[in-house]
Nanobody, 126 residues
Framework: QVQLVESGGGLVQPGGSLRLSCTAS????????ITWFRQAPGKEREGVSCMSSSDGVLYYADSVKGRFTISRDNAKNTVYLQMNSLKPEDTAVYYC???????????????????WGQGTQVTVSS
């Protein structure tokens, strides 16, 4: 069964850090571009970061550039999102999904993706 499971969310104070994990079962993640996106209550789904499969190029939304880092551990079949200097506006449910194409990855398309998991809640609050 093809499945993605997100984990690592939680409650953190502004300026804090979290590392999210996206672990795949049923397929090898390294063959796919992986997108992280988030959705806050009442807001549109927003693409946060993507790592292409072919050349490992990384893409970030302007809102997280310099604070978030996407990485991949093929041995663990897992993609990570390291989030530093967190802000209250980063509060959302975070999801990972396979990107449909290199183009979709490059534009951080959060509407047209492969299947995603249940998400993990990130809350940034003092």
């Amino acid at each position: 069964q093809v499945q993605l499971v997100e984990s690592g969310g939680g409650l953190v104070q502004p300026g804090g850090s979290l590392r999210l994990s996206c672990t795949a079962s049923g397929f090898a993640l390294n063959y796919f571009a992986i997108t992280w996106f988030r959705q806050a209550p009442g807001k549109e789904r927003e693409g946060v970061s993507c790592m292409s499969s072919s050349d490992g190029v990384l893409y970030y939304a302007d809102s997280v550039k310099g604070r978030f880092t996407i990485s991949r551990d093929n041995a663990k079949n897992t993609v990570y999102l390291q989030m530093n200097s967190l802000k209250p506006e980063d509060t959302a449910v975070y999801y990972c999904a396979t990107a449909l194409s290199y183009y979709h990855c490059s534009v951080l398309d959060a509407r047209n993706t492969g299947p995603w998991g249940q998400g993990t809640q990130v809350t940034v609050s003092s």
